[in-house]
């Protein structure tokens, strides 16, 4: 267990539509990172926050947002769901704006 | 050329067998180099992770680096069916984000 949890674990949906994930990083990491996994295309980096603020983007689209909280946890919100979008979506926190990252379990998003 | 290759595989082994994964990247700078377990629709796990060039062993795994060939490897000996998983290698610059391989499956033939 890395310690990072995330909510729901499954998540099955219809195109259109918009869903929150949510990550609880590890105690006393200050830094979350979402990531995008499919079969064809690896684990793709979306965002990442540190503190609060955003602090680097990856291959996030526009439909896709995500927030950091005082508390540190995140939600990655996902709107206009397509079929494409169906994925499993990490979360991972480390304790500094770089470094190690350690996983959390993922959210399977199915999108019908 | 992609930052970070990785052959995806599946590798099939029988157990007990060493097992040598590969990268290669392009991107000199990088020079934080991880490699990661990810068992089947699991969040992928912290296996290793070094500094620059040289080897760092930890039980049955080696993590190589060799930057002037600008390729790493990821050595495990005496093979166990529990190994059967995906292993993707990371890397990253200073002050930068991590890029990930795509993954190699591996099987442990029993």
């Known amino acids: 267990d890395s310690g990072v949890t995330q909510t729901p674990k499954h998540l099955i949906t219809a195109t259109g539509q918009r869903v929150t994930l949510r990550c609880s990083p590890r105690?006393?990491?200050?830094?979350v990172y979402w990531y995008q996994q499919s079969l064809d295309q690896g684990l793709q980096f979306l965002i990442q926050?540190?503190?609060?603020?955003?602090?680097a983007k990856g291959n996030i689209l526009e439909r896709f947002s995500a927030q950091q909280f005082p508390d540190l946890h995140s939600e990655l919100n996902l709107s206009s769901l397509e079929l494409g979008d169906s994925a499993l979506y990490f979360c991972?926190?480390?304790?500094?704006?770089?470094?190690?990252?350690?996983f959390g379990p993922g959210t399977r998003l199915t999108v019908l | 050329q992609k930052e970070v290759e990785q052959d995806p595989g599946p590798l099939s082994v029988p157990e007990g067998a060493i097992v040598s994964l590969n990268c290669t990247y392009s991107?000199?700078?990088?020079?934080?180099f991880m490699w990661y377990r990810q068992y089947s629709r699991k969040g992928p796990e912290l296996l290793m992770y070094?500094?620059?060039?040289g080897n760092k062993e930890d039980g049955r795994f080696t993590a190589q680096v060799d930057k002037s060939s600008k390729y790493i490897s990821l050595f495990i000996r005496d093979s166990q069916p529990s190994d059967s998983a995906t292993y993707l290698c990371?890397?990253?610059?200073?002050?930068?984000?991590?890029?990930f391989g795509k993954g190699t499956r591996l099987h442990i033939l029993p």
């Open positions: 991972a926190s480390s304790p500094r704006q770089e470094g190690t990252q350690y």
């Open positions: 105690s006393g990491d200050l830094s």
């Open positions: 926050y540190y503190n609060g603020e955003e602090r």
């Open positions: 991107n000199s700078a990088f020079q934080y």
């Open positions: 070094t500094y620059s060039s």
């Open positions: 990371a890397m990253s610059a200073r002050d930068d984000k991590i890029i």
